[in-house]
T-cell receptor
Framework: QKEVEQDPGPLSVPEGAIVSLNCTYS??????FMWYRQYSRKGPELLMY????GNKEDGRFTAQVDKSSKYISLFIRDSQPSDSATYLC???????????FGAGTQVVVTP | GAVVSQHPSRVICKSGTSVKIECRSL??????MFWYRQFPKQSLMLMAT?????????EQGVEKDKFLINHASLTLSTLTVTSAHPEDSSFYIC????????????FGDGTRLSIL
């Protein structure tokens, strides 16, 4: 079993809809949680970074962490075609550990 | 802030040549840099962790002599693919982490390497 599970998709939504992404994990030692966006043939771009359970909002993006359920989510409101990309969840045990990535979910926002 | 520059973005070369890829942190000092490899439609696979002034730590299965890593300063790490062969063709991505406080890794834009 992988440490981080993420549905690879593709997830197709109409423009303006809410995109809902999630990851589950098995290692209870993970403390820091990140979401990256990766466009084709580009490096991952950091979207959200959290280190506690609860919600964090930044513009159209909301990240949720539920450590008791070992479950994290990313919501994108008012989705745009430019949001079409692969979204990677990532997590880490401590400040100096290695990132563990999910498989990435491909999102397609159709006009 | 937290910009990581990777160069070149695209390399095409003949089998047997060596290729050097540079990774620079432009606006912060990176004690640690990471090198990843990514195959199409797959997630990132960590190859090695590079600490400034010390030898890199390679992940299991990664050939140290094939993938030479140098991290000579707090803003520059290089990956050299030696005697490259077609099976080394891939997308290579570096990332860097701020030295002062824990911050997430920031990634370069990757290098697409094609060995003919």
């Amino acid at each position: 079993q992988k440490e981080v599970e993420q549905d690879p998709g593709p997830l197709s939504v109409p423009e303006g809809a809410i995109v809902s992404l999630n990851c589950t994990y098995s290692n209870s030692a993970f403390q820091y949680f990140m979401w990256y966006r990766q466009y084709s043939r580009k490096g991952p771009e950091l979207l959200m970074y959290t280190y506690s359970s609860g919600n964090k909002e930044d513009g159209r993006f909301t990240a949720q962490v539920d450590k008791s359920s070992k479950y994290i989510s990313l919501f994108i409101r008012d989705s745009q075609p430019s949001d079409s990309a692969t979204y990677l969840c990532a997590m880490i045990e401590d400040s100096w550990g290695k990132l563990q990535f999910g498989a990435g979910t491909q999102v397609v926002v159709t006009p | 802030g937290a910009v990581v520059s990777q160069h070149p973005s695209r390399v095409i070369c003949k089998s047997g040549t060596s290729v050097k890829i540079e990774c620079r942190s432009l606006d912060f000092q990176a004690t640690t840099m990471f090198w990843y490899r990514q195959f199409p439609k797959q997630s990132l696979m960590l190859m090695a962790t590079s600490n400034e002034g010390s030898k890199a730590t390679y992940e299991q299965g990664v050939e140290k002599d094939k993938f030479l890593i140098n991290h000579a300063s707090l803003t520059l790490s290089t990956l050299t693919v030696t005697s490259a062969h077609p099976e080394d063709s891939s997308f290579y991505i570096c990332s860097a982490r701020d030295r002062d406080t824990y911050q997430p890794q920031h990634f370069g834009d990757g290098t697409r390497l094609s060995i003919l």
